[in-house]
C-alpha cells in the first residue's frame, strides 16, 4: 500500500514563509499527478497545486504568485512553498498522489496568525 508523509507545518506569521515536503513509499516521479490541497475548519478540501509528471503545473488564483509546487525525484518528494502567508491560508495542508488511484498523506497544519 502507497504511504505519503507531509511534514513542514508549523505556525506562521503574516507575511511569513513555510515549505511543506511530502514523501512517499512509491516513485513520486512515476505519479502522474501530484497534489496539494487545503481544507480549513468547517470548508470543503480546496486543491491548492498540481505538478504532472511532465512538470506542469497549477495553481488556485488564491494563492498564484506565492506558492510554488516541486518535485525534487532524487529525494522522492514534492514540495509547496509559500511565501507571504495570510491568515486565510490557515489550513491542514495534504499531499495527494495519483498511481491510477489517489493516495493521501495524513496532513500537516498550517496556522497563519499575529
Known amino acids: 500500500q502507497v504511504q505519503l508523509v507531509e511534514s513542514g507545518g508549523g505556525l506562521v506569521q503574516p507575511g511569513g514563509s513555510l515549505r511543506l515536503s511530502c514523501t512517499g513509499s512509491?516513485?513520486?516521479?512515476?505519479?502522474?499527478?501530484m497534489a496539494w490541497y487545503h481544507q480549513a475548519p468547517g470548508k470543503q478540501r480546496k486543491l491548492v497545486a498540481t505538478?504532472?509528471?511532465?512538470?506542469?503545473?497549477t495553481y488556485h488564483d488564491s494563492v498564484k504568485g506565492r506558492f510554488t509546487i516541486s518535485v525534487n525525484n532524487a529525494k522522492n518528494a514534492v514540495y509547496l512553498q509559500m511565501n507571504n502567508l495570510k491568515p486565510e491560508d490557515t489550513a491542514v495542508y495534504y499531499c495527494?498522489?495519483?498511481w491510477g488511484s489517489g493516495v493521501w498523506g495524513q496532513g500537516t497544519q498550517v496556522t497563519v496568525s499575529s
Open positions: 495527494k498522489g495519483s
Open positions: 512509491r516513485s513520486i516521479s512515476s505519479a502522474a499527478v
Open positions: 505538478i504532472t509528471v511532465g512538470g506542469d503545473t
